[in-house]
Nanobody, 128 residues
Framework: QVQLVESGGGSVQAGGSLRLSCGAS??????????LGWFRQAPGKEREGVAT????????SYAPSVKGRFTISRDNAKNTLYLQMDILKPDDTATYYC???????????????????WGQGTQVTVSS
């Protein structure tokens, strides 16, 4: 059974930083092969892609709204995915989810329904 578990959420003032982590277990094959992503969903809004990282090529994609402020990374030895979030804004307030899939075509950042494996989410609240 695939299990993804996020941690590191919390409350922070605008301009602050948070680092999210996502650990995984139960994935078939090597963790390092998988395409991994971070998504977020604010109340009343659709789930949106934040960043993805390809396991095979290390290619990284960011949503325009977070590019230059957020950094996605992975530690394959620890089966852990990270999201470093800097210069946080109130608009970043949302539940953040990590996700995994086998392949990593460029369009999957914008396609939450194309990801089969999800964590339970961690809340990030940014106050002004």
């Amino acid at each position: 059974q695939v299990q993804l578990v996020e941690s590191g959420g919390g409350s922070v003032q605008a301009g602050g930083s948070l680092r999210l982590s996502c650990g995984a277990s139960g994935l078939t094959g090597s963790w390092s092969w998988y395409c991994l992503g971070w998504f977020r969903q604010a109340p009343g809004k659709e789930r949106e892609g934040v960043a993805t990282i390809d396991g095979l090529t290390s290619y990284i994609s960011y949503a325009p709204s977070v590019k230059g402020r957020f950094t996605i990374s992975r530690d394959n030895a620890k089966n852990t995915l990270y999201l470093q979030m800097d210069i946080l804004k109130p608009d970043d307030t949302a539940t953040y989810y990590c996700a995994a899939r086998v392949s990593c075509p460029r369009e999957v950042l914008a396609q939450p329904l194309a990801w089969p494996y999800w964590g339970q989410g961690t809340q990030v609240t940014v106050s002004s």
